[in-house]
């Protein structure tokens, strides 16, 4: 158990909707990473947060948005779905210093119809 | 800029055979630190191996070991006598920690292996 939780599992919505996708992460740890993995492909890098802040931004789509809150846990917002958002989408953590290995939520899988 | 190859994609090998996963990567700094992970079929993400700069004494644990060379920018993965729970997407990641809290990680593509019974 990497100590990240990730809510819900699965969900499955229709194009055009919106969804909301939940972080909480490790016990001390600061920073919080979202990453986007479609079917059989690599990590796309989506955004990371440092207590609250935002820090980095990778291949994060407009309709996609991002929030870490005062007690650390983060969401990301997903509207007006399309298709090609069926992904996996995982959320990760570390105490935000270069040697600190991220770790890793079960992940969210979401299918748009 | 951080980049991380991973060049081989896909790798088969039959049961109890050794096979190394290469990785090579690429920064500026002379502070960074090397990671490894693995995806099993279930899909999480398992932290296996981190490695700093300064260290490049290579690392055994069990069947696992790892080749850290500076001289050529690569951090190697073997499994010696893999086994069919090997089976499994393994990537490698680059971290390099900026001021302020900031620790950038760039992964590689990943090798998914496969270990035929």
């Known amino acids: 158990d990497s100590g990240v939780t990730q809510t819900p599992k699965h969900l499955i919505t229709a194009t055009g909707q919106r969804v909301t996708l939940r972080c909480s992460p490790r016990?001390?740890?600061?920073?919080v990473y979202w990453y986007q993995q479609s079917l059989d492909q690599g990590l796309q890098f989506l955004i990371q947060y440092y207590n609250g802040e935002e820090r980095a931004k990778g291949n994060i789509l407009e309709r996609f948005s991002a929030q870490q809150f005062p007690d650390l846990h983060s969401e990301l917002n997903l509207s007006s779905l399309e298709l090609g958002d069926s992904a996996l989408y995982f959320c990760?953590?570390?105490?935000?210093?270069?040697?600190?290995?991220?770790?890793f939520g079960n992940g969210t899988r979401l299918t748009v119809t | 800029a951080q980049k991380v190859t991973q060049a081989q994609t896909e790798i088969s090998v039959v049961e109890k055979e050794d096979v190394t996963l290469d990785c090579v990567y690429e920064t500026r700094d002379t502070t960074y630190y090397l990671f490894w992970y693995k995806q099993p079929p279930s899909g999480e993400l398992v932290f296996l191996i981190r490695r700093n700069s300064f260290d490049e004494q290579n690392e055994i644990s069990g069947r696992y070991s790892w080749n850290f060379q500076k001289s050529t920018s690569s951090f190697n993965f073997t499994i010696t006598a893999s086994q069919v729970v090997d089976s499994a997407v393994y990537f490698c990641?680059?971290?390099?920690?900026?001021?302020?809290?900031?620790?950038?990680?760039?992964f590689g593509t990943g090798t998914k292996l496969q270990v035929i019974p």
């Open positions: 990760a953590s570390s105490v935000g210093t270069g040697n600190s290995p991220l770790h």
């Open positions: 016990s001390g740890d600061l920073s």
């Open positions: 990641a680059l971290s390099e920690s900026y001021s302020g809290g900031y620790q950038k990680v760039t």
